[in-house]
């Protein structure tokens, strides 16, 4: 079974991972930075010419890394909390160069050729439950400014602008699997994360009642038990 997470940068997804995964007893699965994708210094350093005739390639090294991170999950089994999906990866971020011109039509075209027959792989099964953490773009620029780190602060404002419209396009459509929206205003998952997780874990057992071990949900019955059983 797999949990994802999903949202732009400055949500909080990355803190919710780590607390579901913390909270259900569940394998963590966090997104790589990737370093050595051997494109990322010639598409952000060679300005718009490098980025044009580097961004298929980019997009292409992180397609083929997910999928293989994703089919190395599954061969593991057990049940992941995934932190930024593979839809997002195509759907929103490929997407962005191709909207912004960094991708022609005939490789954007044989890049979501490719995307759609992966989707058919046994590592694509959709994610037993999405969950999105969503807010109004202020909101989500004024955490960035406050927490972000910092090649995130020095962005241009615009492109988080442009990440989070497309961001919400992609969710409107989304069907692949049972979702769950978080508005980011109705938790804190930054000054108080544990409480914030207690509340989305409530959420998430509602949805997958019976599939998660009632001694992960909730460890304190765990402790219980075991102090019943040493005497």
């Known amino acids: ?60 090294h992180f397609l083929a890394t997910r999928f293989a991170a994703m089919r190395r999950m599954r061969s593991m089994g057990g049940s992941w909390v995934l932190d930024r999906t593979w839809y997002e990866d195509a759907e929103v971020f490929a997407r962005g160069l191709y909207d912004q011109g960094y991708m022609s039509v005939d490789d954007w075209q044989l890049y979501q050729q490719l995307y759609a027959e992966l989707l058919f792989a046994p590592a694509a099964r959709p994610p037993r439950l999405m969950l999105y953490l969503h807010g109004p773009l202020d909101v989500i620029l004024e955490r960035i400014a406050t927490r972000g780190r910092p090649r995130e602060r020095d962005a241009d404002p615009e492109y988080f602008a442009n990440l989070h419209g497309r961001y919400e396009r992609w969710i409107a459509g989304f069907n692949k699997c049972p979702l769950i929206k978080l508005d980011v205003r109705e938790y804190d998952l930054f000054a108080d994360p544990a409480a914030a997780a207690e509340d989305i874990a409530a959420r998430v057992r ?26």
């Open 1 to 60: 079974m797999i949990l994802g997470v999903a949202g732009m940068v400055g949500s909080g997804k990355t803190t919710l991972a780590h607390a579901l995964a913390s909270r259900f007893g569940l394998q963590l699965a966090l997104e790589s930075v990737d370093d050595e994708n051997p494109w990322l210094e010639r598409f952000y350093g060679g300005g718009p010419e490098a980025m044009r005739s580097c961004g298929m390639h980019l997009q292409l």
């Open 206 to 231: 509602t949805e997958l009642e019976g599939e998660i071990p009632q001694t992960e949900l909730w460890p304190g019955i765990k402790k219980a038990s075991d102090e019943l059983e040493a005497r």
